[in-house]
């Protein structure tokens, strides 16, 4: 690991005048740590931001303000969360190990960055790690990898949980930096590789998320489906997060987002709108998924997504349509 220098803020003001200094935020350091040991990241200055007093969860208005410090662990555990927005919890206790939780944060796990072992490993090219190097996984190991929102560049994942259910929650993320405020909508904070995949998300340089808002609660059925190799402590092969209501027998809203699938935490309105005012059908959900996977391309060992996509779609569906019923 190369040397670096390490200051503490503690508040938001102090954090930002570090971050226009040219510092890099770490809060919980379970992603950042690893890049730098690999020394894929290679910081001078560091500002710990875990004694800025973002930390806190509050109400805001019918909704919910988490600061950016909240920990993975106390957001799942948030008696409010739990009780408004259970998707979230949900996705959040599917990610990681208790360990991990207690540490990662709310802004950290937003900005996580991508598993691909090509990233990880300096002796192979890696267009995301060394702009115009290449793409090792493309033809290589990329059973990982995304089939929607690929480029020519890149095919990784965003790899996170907690993200796709605050994409289904319509969440906004709020930042601080040298040009102001500004609300980002979840769907609009990562970006889709293109031919710039060295950059994940929207963030500029010297700006910091201070908290994630999530809209009142639906008080819809809320379903969180993680596919992955072992049944805990594994990213997803494919997750689905739903947030449904049922009037009728029928579906009357339904907000779906995916992991795993897309290089960004994946929404589709088209797939939605298939759904809304429909009686849940096995024959329905297969429309969704073709709707879904319309675009969809494998790379060789990541081809079983597309099938896979389908059958979780449809399982997550029966799920909370059938709890909707009851
Ligand atoms: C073995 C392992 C398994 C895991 N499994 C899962 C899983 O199944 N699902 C899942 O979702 N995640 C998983 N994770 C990811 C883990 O949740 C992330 O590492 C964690 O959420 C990152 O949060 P952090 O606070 O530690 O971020 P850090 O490592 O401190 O920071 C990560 C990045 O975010 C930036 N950053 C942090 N906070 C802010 C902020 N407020 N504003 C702007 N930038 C900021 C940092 O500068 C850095 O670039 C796993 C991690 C490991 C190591
Ligand atoms: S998929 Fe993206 S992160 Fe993986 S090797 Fe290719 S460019 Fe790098």
Known sequence: MKPFVLDHADSPDAALAALDAGATAIAGGTNLVDLMKLELATPEKLVSIRRTGLDEISADGDGLMIGALVSNADCAAHRRVREGWPLLAKAILAGASPQLRNRATTG?????????????????????????????????????????????????????????????????VMTEGPYGPRRIPLAMFHRMPGDEPSRDNVLEAGELITAVRLPAPTGGVQVYRKVRDRASYAFALVS??????????????????????????????????????EKPTPALFAQAAEVLLKDAQGFGENDFKIPLAARALAATLHEATQTGKA
């Open 108 to 172: 950290g796990n937003l900005c996580q960055r991508t598993r691909c072992g090509y990233f990880y490993d300096s002796t192979q090219a890696c267009n995301k790690r060394e702009p115009g190097s290449g793409c090792a996984a493309r033809e290589g190991f990329n059973r990982i990898h995304a089939v929607l929102g690929t480029s020519d560049q890149c095919i990784a994942t965003y790899p996170g949980d907690m993200a796709v259910a605050m994409l289904a929650l319509d969440a906004v």
């Open 240 to 277: 689905v997060a739903v947030d449904l209501a049922m009037e009728e027998g029928r579906i009357a809203r339904c907000a779906l987002a995916f992991g795993s699938l897309g290089t960004v935490p994946w929404r589709d309105r088209a797939v939605e709108n298939v759904l809304i005012g």
